[in-house]
């Protein structure tokens, strides 16, 4: 019988969440990301963006240390997300100039990664007001996007949407509108697009309004929020912690234009999905 002390029996691990969690002479060089998105995923289902922070901090602080470039860019791309949806401007424009700092040194400027980071950082100047810094982003990530990826990609779905928002913002209604109908046609052939297409309708009622009135665009608003209704309440979508985001994102527009019995029920769906997680 072999009773010799291990590591583990007198070591406190370095990283429990790492696939070799005790002290090593081989220097890692890279962070395991699938497993560092899993957790985060964890945490956002939970609605725990506390820990959701702390954990991107932390896996911020191993990519460095590591000297991993793609690791680090995934972690800032991730962290902008989280501190933009908080309305946290300053934390997150400062996350994106880090990763489209990134991007340049790390010599990555035509890679699917780059879009990426492109549309996430456009994504976060454009939800503090500065729609005009964000266009040239997004047109970068457009054109990478539309070499490099399928035509029914869910990702060139997102992109579409999210730079329509911003050429509505600069009051470019006619761009607006092509853009929303090409998200519209990627997320209709995505698995579980509903999600998407019901945000991006309710995103073209928004436009709706800001280029007519609501008095003269009513009847077309009716008609893009009675079928977002109808694409969330779509049999076989997972309720998930995705889900419940999207039922938060969504329920504020429901009120405003008088579904208010939905509007309720979005937030009950999301707040079940959060307590029971």
Sequence with gaps: MNDALRPEDFIEPNCPLCPSPYYSDEPRTSIDVGRMLEKLDSYLDKNDTVSARRHLEYWLAEAEHCGDFRGKLTVLNEIMGLHRKAGRREEAVSSAEKALALVESAGLENTVSAATTYLNAATVYKAFGAAEKAIPLYLSAQKIYESELEEDDPRRGGLYNNMALAYVDLGNFSEADKLYHRALSVMSRAKYGELEQA????????????????????????????????????????????????????????????????????ERRAKEIYERA
């Design 199 to 266: 945000v991006t309708l309710l995103n073209m009622a928004n436009a709706a309004e800001n280029e007519r009135g609501l008095l003269a665009a009513e009847e077309t608003i009716s008609g893009l929020v009675s079928r977002a209704e109808e694409l969330l309440d779509s049999p076989g979508l997972p309720r998930n912690g995705y889900y419940a985001f999207v039922c938060e994102k969504c329920a504020p527009t429901f009120g405003y234009y008088g579904y208010f019995l939905f509007q309720k029920e979005l």
